[in-house]
């Protein structure tokens, strides 16, 4: 098997979703390589050898200065060419979802979609997919090469290994339909402390809080913790935080270490979204509550009397 990861850079620098996948990838055996796409992003790549890639295929190229999908289709065909990789794996992301499935069409292969795990059979891919409002789980195959394959965010967590990449450089030619869009504007959410991708420990939200003014409950609490604050949907589409905040089967996955939920019953659409948490701590007033069924560790009380308190005492700690 060679496998090929698309590996994602934001200011120089891999991301953690690529090398969660590649680690992941790595574990599997067999020729494992990463890809960077992007301008100035050669100095990056050599990275991903820690991670558990002998190769990196670098295409270093002004045409993919704009995070825009179709030349990425161009550049990515072109390696798959070079490195006769029969499998390609991607950490989902909203320019990845695009890409894969121009490479889909380009290649005319097949892509599964939403993977939660990746194993071997023989010299057979199986593919883990959630399904039915994630309430199974289903195996999935390929019947041809190559093998797209694009995983849940959040799904693995990056592993170090301790290797080293030899970086390749691929040229690739684009087509004129490829450069046609333009990026006209590019605007960044202004938000302080880690992404609830990235964060170690997540404050996450619920209607339990009361209304939006509760969430600096969630936010006093993070800050004590170096953390990140995320929400459930029922808090989002009321309006109380963003919607970039929000976990789930309709929102984002995470796996932080430490997972604090204040006021959520524990509902499944949410549990899909961050029951890989290493430790989970459920704070809600209803003993009854699902969430307690999969804490690691619950309090029964009331969360604007409890979070405060815990908030202070980890502040007094420091
Ligand atoms: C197709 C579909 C997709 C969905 N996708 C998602 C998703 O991605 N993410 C998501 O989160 N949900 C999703 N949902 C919604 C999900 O089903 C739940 O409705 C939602 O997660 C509930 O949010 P909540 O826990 O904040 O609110 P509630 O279920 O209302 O729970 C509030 C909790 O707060 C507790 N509480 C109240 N006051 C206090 C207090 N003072 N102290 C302590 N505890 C208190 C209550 O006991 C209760 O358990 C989806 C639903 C559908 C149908």
């Given at each position: 098997m060679t496998t090929l990861v698309y590996l994602e850079t934001h200011d120089g620098a891999l991301t953690k979703p690529g090398l969660s996948v590649l680690s992941k990838a790595a574990t599997l055996g067999g020729d494992v390589a990463g890809v960077v796409l992007g301008s100035g992003v050669r100095d990056a790549a050599s990275g991903?050898?820690?991670?558990?890639?002998?190769?990196?295929?670098?295409?270093?190229?002004?045409?993919?200065a704009s995070?825009?999908?179709?030349?990425?289709?161009?550049?990515?065909?072109?390696?798959?060419?070079?490195?006769?990789?029969?499998?390609?794996?991607?950490?989902?992301?909203?320019?990845t979802a695009d890409v894969a499935a121009g490479l889909s069409a380009r290649l005319d292969a097949g892509l599964n979609w939403d993977l939660?795990?990746?194993?071997?059979?023989?010299?057979?891919?199986?593919?883990?997919?959630?399904?039915?409002?994630?309430?199974?789980l289903v195996e999935v195959g390929w019947t041809t090469t190559p093998r797209l394959a694009l995983i849940r965010s959040g799904t693995f967590d990056p592993v170090?290994?301790?290797?080293?990449?030899?970086?390749?450089?691929?040229?690739?030619?684009?087509?004129?339909?490829s450069i046609r869009a333009q990026l006209?504007?590019?605007?960044?959410?202004?938000?302080?402390?880690?992404?609830?991708?990235?964060?170690?420990?997540?404050?996450?939200?619920?209607?339990?809080?009361?209304?939006?003014?509760?969430?600096?409950?969630?936010e006093e609490l993070a800050g004590a913790l170096g953390g990140a604050v995320a929400a459930t949907r029922a808090v989002v589409d009321a309006g109380w935080y963003p919607y970039s905040t929000q976990v789930g089967q309709t929102g984002k996955t995470v796996s932080p270490k430490l997972?604090?939920?204040?006021?959520?019953?524990?509902?499944?659409?949410?549990?899909?979204?961050?029951?890989?948490?290493?430790?989970?701590?459920?704070?809600n007033k209803d003993p009854n509550a699902p969430i307690f069924d999969f804490a690691d560790l619950g309090v029964v009380g009331d969360l604007t009397q409890i979070a405060p308190k815990l908030t202070e005492l980890l502040r007094a700690r420091r």
């Open positions: 991903a050898g820690a991670y558990g890639a002998s190769t990196v295929y670098v295409v270093d190229d002004e045409a993919l995070p825009l999908p179709q030349a990425r289709v161009d550049a990515l065909a072109a390696v798959v060419r070079e490195s006769g990789a029969d499998t390609v794996v991607f950490p989902a992301s909203v320019l939660t795990d990746l194993r071997l059979e023989g010299d057979e891919l199986v593919g883990i997919r959630p399904a039915l409002g994630d309430t199974v170090e290994s301790g290797g080293t990449a030899e970086v390749k450089d691929v040229t690739a030619t684009f087509e004129e339909f006209v504007d590019h605007l960044q959410e202004e938000s302080s402390g880690p992404s609830i991708e990235d964060a170690d420990v997540i404050v996450a939200g619920g209607r339990g809080l009361g209304g939006p003014e509760g969430f600096s409950l969630c997972y604090i939920a204040l006021g959520i019953s524990g509902a499944i659409q949410h549990k899909v979204g961050m029951q890989g948490s290493g430790t989970i701590v459920a704070i």
